[in-house]
């Protein structure tokens, strides 16, 4: 066989794939990436659900089908395609790490879907999804939060300490802002479960408090303030 024989052979070998066959395999991407997209809706506790961001993870996984077709179908193009994605830069930045976890995830799927290996497709897409909704629909057994409590001069922290301990299983003060008239205590506070609501009602009634919020430690806020004078 000649170098040209050769060259010609790499050049024009692909994988004859007609429209039927590549409908089918684009078919599976879309159906594996509604599976992604579902478990995106289910397991998001954002404040903020982003549709557009859940929508753009099934139009990855497909243009990662595209790509491994591409690379799959000619020995030429897939070495010009590794140049030409060598190249690209993505500047947009990524504010939740499990936003990062669904786009490797969708290319990871893409990628499987393109090589036509939907055995192992599916059987990823079944079990990562599963670890994921386990991991946010099991109950914590310890939660962290952020108590803000807001009160006047004659507020005395060791009365609040004293509350706390009635509820949580450990108390540390984090900032202390005291002025002439006003004093506000954040406190970090460790409970088994959620926190109890009783603790925010036992703490009005401390003498000098005029408002309680509580944060969670996933920087989520849970927006409850029982009063305010």
Same mark, same amino acid.
């Given at each position: +066989? $000649?170098?040209?024989?050769?060259?010609?052979?790499?050049?024009?070998?692909?994988?004859?794939?007609?429209?039927?066959?590549?409908?089918?395999?684009?078919?599976?991407?879309?159906?594996?990436?509604?599976?992604?997209?579902?478990?995106?809706?289910?397991?998001?506790?954002?404040? *903020?659900?982003?549709?557009?961001?859940?929508?753009?993870?099934?139009?990855?996984?497909?243009?990662?089908?595209?790509?491994?077709? +591409?690379?799959?179908?000619?020995?030429?193009?897939?070495?010009?395609?590794?140049?030409?994605?060598?190249?690209?830069?993505?500047?947009?930045?990524?504010?939740?790490?499990?936003?990062?976890?669904?786009?490797?995830?969708?290319?990871?799927?893409?990628?499987?879907?393109?090589?036509?290996?939907?055995?192992? *497709?599916?059987?990823?897409?079944?079990? #990562?999804?599963?670890?994921?909704?386990?991991?946010?629909?099991?109950?914590?057994?310890?939660? &962290?939060?952020?108590?803000?409590? *807001?009160?006047?001069?004659?507020?005395?922290?060791?009365? #609040?300490?004293?509350?706390?301990?009635?509820?949580?299983?450990?108390?540390?003060?984090?900032?202390?802002?005291?002025?002439?008239?006003?004093?506000?205590?954040?406190?970090?506070?460790?409970?088994?479960?959620?926190?109890?609501?009783?603790?925010?009602?036992?703490?009005?009634?401390?003498?000098?408090?005029?408002?309680?919020?509580?944060?969670?430690?996933?920087?989520?806020? #849970?927006?409850?303030? $029982? &009063?305010?004078?």
């Amino acid at each position: +066989m $000649t170098k040209e024989e050769i060259f010609n052979y790499f050049y024009t070998n692909n994988a004859n794939l007609g429209i039927n066959a590549m409908l089918l395999v684009l078919a599976g991407g879309l159906l594996i990436g509604a599976i992604i997209y579902l478990v995106y809706w289910f397991s998001y506790k954002g404040v *903020a659900y982003n549709r557009n961001f859940n929508m753009s993870l099934v139009v990855i996984l497909e243009i990662a089908v595209v790509i491994m077709l +591409m690379i799959s179908s000619n020995i030429v193009i897939s070495l010009g395609m590794v140049g030409a994605l060598s190249i690209v830069r993505f500047r947009t930045a990524i504010k939740d790490s499990k936003d990062t976890v669904y786009i490797f995830w969708a290319i990871a799927e893409g990628l499987c879907v393109g090589s036509q290996n939907f055995k192992l *497709a599916i059987i990823t897409t079944l079990f #990562i999804g599963i670890i994921i909704l386990l991991f946010d629909y099991l109950p914590k057994i310890y939660n &962290k939060y952020l108590l803000i409590v *807001a009160g006047d001069d004659e507020l005395d922290s060791s009365n #609040i300490t004293t509350v706390l301990n009635r509820y949580v299983t450990n108390t540390k003060i984090r900032s202390n802002n005291i002025t002439e008239k006003h004093q506000e205590l954040i406190i970090e506070v460790r409970t088994k479960g959620e926190i109890n609501q009783d603790l925010v009602s036992d703490l009005m009634d401390v003498k000098g408090i005029k408002s309680v919020n509580y944060i969670i430690e996933s920087g989520e806020t #849970i927006g409850w303030k $029982t &009063k305010e004078y």
